[in-house]
């Protein structure tokens, strides 16, 4: 009776082990492939700052207003970012102006988004920008400086990749 079970149990085992792996080596693929694009987005991802609006108001305070404009490959993995912790200092850090973030707010990312931002400069903070501005015989140079959180949506899990991002522009003097 033994003898007679061998014959189809071996050739079923064999195919089962065939199929698994197949499945495994197409799931192997495919996450290759997923992979190789996530790797593709990071090391594609630039970031540029630019202001693009300087203005001081009478009643002391300054408007400033940014584009951060985020360029990456065009990928195959949904992304999204949030900007956090974006501090403004003199181009040299010796003064400290200011803390802004918008890290309660995700933007969909695709391979060319601008994201603007804007800031108002008081008290404290705006009177060491007068200083700057009064010691600087032409332009101010300030320093725009964070940190990108990029999050990437793969099959299985969500990927966040930090990335510091940092910009020294120049202010034009009052008037200009």
């Known amino acids: 009776m033994r003898s007679e079970e061998r014959p189809w149990r071996y050739p079923l085992g064999v195919g089962l082990l065939i199929v698994l792996l197949?499945?495994?080596?197409?799931l192997l693929v495919l996450?290759?492939?997923n992979y190789t694009a996530?790797?593709?987005a990071l090391q594609g991802i630039q970031f540029t700052v630019s202001l693009t609006h300087f203005e001081q108001l009478a009643s002391q305070e300054a408007r400033l207003q940014w584009t951060v404009t985020v360029t990456m490959p065009a990928q195959k993995i949904p992304a999204s970012l949030e900007l956090l912790d974006w501090h403004l200092y003199s181009a040299d850090r010796s003064t400290y102006l200011g803390y802004y973030t918008s890290g309660d707010v995700q933007i969909a990312l695709g391979p060319n988004t601008e994201i603007p931002l804007e800031a108002a400069i008081r008290g404290p903070n705006?009177?060491?920008l007068q200083r700057l501005q009064e010691e600087s015989p032409q332009e101010t140079a300030l320093l725009f400086q964070g940190v990108a959180l990029v999050m990437f949506q793969l099959p299985q899990r969500e990927e966040r990749k930090k990335f510091p991002v940092a910009s020294v522009?120049?202010?034009p003097k009052e008037g200009e």
């Open 38 to 40: 996530f790797r593709e």
């Open 169 to 171: 522009f120049m202010l």
């Open 31 to 33: 996450t290759e492939q």
């Open 22 to 26: 197949i499945v495994a080596l197409v």
């Open 126 to 128: 705006f009177e060491k």
